[in-house]
């Protein structure tokens, strides 16, 4: 959604993507495959709400075991 800021970072094999909601409004976004959300350890697929003013950082392998 153009609401949200997406910035992605790499260290060390491993994948940081940074998404910031800056609506007054819920945004859900759509990943393509599975991440971990760092804040919370919950891992994310599919379809994902992110809260108003909020953030969520996924993390993900770069390469595939």
Do not use: C, W
Not at 17 to 40: D, G
Not at 48 to 64: C, K
């Amino acid at each position: 959604p153009e609401e949200i800021e997406l910035a992605i970072r790499h260290k060390d094999g491993i994948e940081y993507t940074f998404l910031l909601n800056y609506s007054e409004r819920p945004q859900e976004i759509v990943v393509k495959k599975e991440f971990r959300n760092i804040l919370t350890g919950n891992m994310v697929t599919n379809k994902h709400t992110i809260n108003p003013y909020d953030v969520l950082i996924l993390e993900s392998s770069i390469f595939p075991i």
